[in-house]
């Protein structure tokens, strides 16, 4: 098959007006007879490059919800389109795919990571995708606020339960508040818990320092009657003979 090749300017190719090319042979045989022919063929030029919109659906994620859907939304249907040409800070992107009903649309998921706070992002980078017509496309990325870090509450009760940190009988016999202070990241409002005697006795954070408000407490008495209980038999008979020989 015989065929041909010439070289033509890009640039004159673009500038043409109709945007056709217009081919013509002629030759000759050995008679000395001609002949020709025609043809023409037409074209198009795209010369813009192609972009994408980058969507975080979830305005923001946290260790109860750390996952939310990415759209990548392009200008034209991009070509060899994969993760490697994605970018996420504060997480990982599983599962591109495109939309079945429009190639332009993909969307994978985006989960953030364990113990991060700050900002999240997605990012498709400049050139790093082209569309059918080969020309490089332009970068975006989208941003989500990230706490996936549990709170770190601190408590601390104070060093006397009691103003001289002793129980006496009048303090036994009614209730004692015990108190203490938070910080870290605790807040007013939360409830603290105090096992006391095998029971659990729960108060709230009041906003004044971080002094803990509880509820007063009854701490169970002490068996002071027996002490006597557990003495020598013997010595409660010598109490008895005392008397006796008193009485005599």
């Known amino acids: 098959m015989l065929g041909f ?10 500038a043409d007006a109709d945007k056709t090319i217009a081919a ?6 050995a008679a000395g007879n001609s002949g020709s022919a025609s043809d023409s063929e037409g074209y198009t030029v795209d010369t813009a490059a192609p972009s994408v919109v980058v969507d975080i ?14 759209t990548f939304t392009f200008s034209d249907a991009p070509s060899g389109f994969d993760l ?17 009903t429009d190639p332009r649309v993909y969307t994978a998921t985006f989960t953030a990571n364990d113990g991060f706070t700050g900002i999240g992002s997605v990012s498709v980078a400049d050139a790093s995708y082209t569309n059918a017509a080969g020309n490089s496309g332009t970068g975006h990325n989208d941003t989500v606020a990230i ?10 009760l104070d060093a ?3 103003a ?3 129980l006496n009988a009048a303090e036994i016999a009614g209730n004692v508040t015990v108190t203490g202070t938070v910080g870290g990241d605790a807040k007013a409002g ?18 004044t320092a971080g002094v803990l408000t509880l509820p007063s407490l009854s701490p169970a008495p002490t068996s002071g009657r027996r002490r006597h209980d557990r003495r020598p038999r013997h010595h409660h008979r010598r109490r008895r003979q005392q008397r006796d020989s008193r009485r005599q």
């Open 5 to 14: 090749a010439i070289a033509v300017p890009g640039a004159d190719l673009s």
């Open 190 to 207: 939360d409830t603290v818990t105090l096992t006391v005697n095998g029971q659990n006795f729960t108060g709230t954070v009041v906003d």
């Open 57 to 70: 659906v979830d305005t923001s994620l946290n260790s109860g919800d750390k996952v939310s859907t990415v």
């Open 147 to 156: 706490d996936t870090a549990p709170p770190l509450p601190t408590i601390t």
């Open 160 to 162: 006397n339960i009691t």
């Open 84 to 100: 490697t040409d994605v970018t996420a800070v504060g997480g990982t992107l599983s599962g591109l795919a495109v939309s079945l």
């Open 164 to 166: 001289d940190d002793i």
């Open 24 to 29: 013509s042979i002629t030759t000759t045989d």
